[in-house]
């Protein structure tokens, strides 16, 4: 049975009429157009569906609407302020940390929640917070180092 689901996408309130045990990857893509999130291996381990449910990394393609409600969902779209990319997003750029750009999304999302839980991490704690989002081009160490970077920046530190 459908229901009326309300909560905040990337900052402004929406509603969605669905089955509650509809996935948010799917609701993101098709109702919202929103399709910065990607459909990677649909089991919730690649981690490119990642996206942020109040502040904390998710897998979307996993998570029920019925889980979202009156809750906050951020995507890779909500990040940027305008024109402004998040630091994250510009660390990513500024250190080429990626390839295919297929994982990206979900690795800056992750990112973002890891630095937002622990502003000051170390490598192993960026290899071990990353380590569940896959990139099959080798892309880590320029993700690592863009990791690094953000969290610099977002203390001020650049």
């Known amino acids: 049975m459908e229901e009326k689901i309300k909560f905040e996408l990337n900052g402004k309130p929406v509603e969605v009429q669905l089955e509650k045990t509809e996935k948010l990857l799917w609701v993101l893509r098709t109702h919202f157009n929103l399709t910065g999130t990607k459909y990677g291996c649909g089991e919730g381990y690649c981690g490119s569906c990642t996206v942020l449910l109040n502040d904390e990394p998710v897998r979307s393609c996993g998570t029920t609407m019925e889980e979202v409600a009156g809750k906050k969902v951020v995507t890779i779209e ?3 302020d305008g024109d402004k990319l998040h630091p994250v997003q510009q660390a990513f750029v500024e ?3 990626l390839q295919c750009g297929y994982c990206t999304p979900g690795m800056i999302m992750n990112a973002v929640g890891l630095l937002k839980r622990n502003p000051s991490p170390t490598r192993q704690e960026i ?3 990353m380590n569940d989002n896959l990139c099959r081009c080798g892309a880590h160490t320029r993700i690592f180092k863009a990791i ?3 969290a610099a920046t977002m203390k001020g530190g650049k």
């Open 78 to 80: 909500g990040l940027a």
């Open 127 to 129: 290899i071990d917070g």
């Open 95 to 97: 250190n080429d940390a």
């Open 148 to 150: 690094e970077m953000a």
